[in-house]
């Protein structure tokens, strides 16, 4: 069974104060690595998808990474706007859902 | 380009009640996909529907059912609510259905059973 683990639960940053968010993964035949961001009462909203080991993808201060068993969100300078949950999920080869991890809840400070 | 929008946004039930949810998927998507998310919770995939067809279902009792219509947009249907249906729910559309293409949310259905 596909199984997604995020961590930390939670994340508290003092806005300029650069880190990283974890996305543990297992999966038989990865077919995508989604991250989405969720801001309260709304729904995900895309940021990246990871075919394979070794790809990376940027956007503005996000930066996604990809190895064989893990992905990582790295925000560099984060301001307030960036206060959200950040969401991983996979989707495998043999279907067509995806499975999402818990998220990770980051707070940044001004 | 118009996003995935649902209908209603909010919604009160009471338990053994029925309840229909409807999502409009954005233009150009063939494929539907329904989550239920608990709250501090990641979304569950209940099913997915593609191209009118039921293409995948999770780990949800049969009284959790869905249609999708011609023009691809969608409908979930849930038969004797429980308390433990008090969620919100979440349908995404998407290009194509055994696809890499990034499923697109709506903003959800918050659904409370009392």
């Known amino acids: 069974e596909d199984q997604v683990t995020q961590s930390p639960e939670a994340l508290r940053l003092q806005e300029g104060e650069s880190s990283s968010l974890n996305c543990s993964y297992t999966?038989?035949?990865?077919?995508?690595l989604f991250w989405y961001r969720q801001d309260p009462g709304k729904g995900p909203e895309f940021l990246f998808t990871l075919y394979s080991a070794g790809e990376e993808k940027e956007k503005e201060r996000l930066k996604a990474t990809l190895t064989k068993k893990e992905s990582f969100l790295h925000i560099t300078a984060p301001k307030p706007e960036d206060s959200a949950t950040y969401l991983c999920?996979?989707?495998?080869?043999?279907?067509?859902?995806?499975?999402f991890g818990k998220g990770i809840t980051l707070s940044v400070r001004p | 380009e118009t996003g995935v929008t649902q209908s209603p946004t909010h919604l009160i039930k009471t338990r053994g009640q029925q309840v229909t949810l409807r999502c409009s998927s954005q233009s150009g998507h063939n494929t539907v996909s329904w989550y239920q998310q608990a709250l501090g919770q990641g979304p569950q995939f209940i099913f997915q529907?593609?191209?009118?067809?039921?293409?995948g279902r999770g780990n949800f009792p049969p009284r959790f059912s869905g249609l999708q219509f011609p023009n691809y947009s969608s409908e979930l249907n849930v038969n004797a609510l429980e308390l433990d249906d008090s969620a919100l729910y979440l349908c995404?559309?998407?290009?194509?259905?055994?696809?890499?293409?990034?499923?697109?949310f709506g903003d959800g259905t918050r659904l409370s059973i009392l």
């Open positions: 995404a559309s998407s290009l194509g259905g055994y696809s890499n293409q990034p499923q697109h």
């Open positions: 999920a996979v989707q495998a080869f043999a279907n067509s859902k995806l499975t």
């Open positions: 999966v038989s035949g990865l077919r995508g």
């Open positions: 529907y593609y191209r009118e067809e039921e293409n």
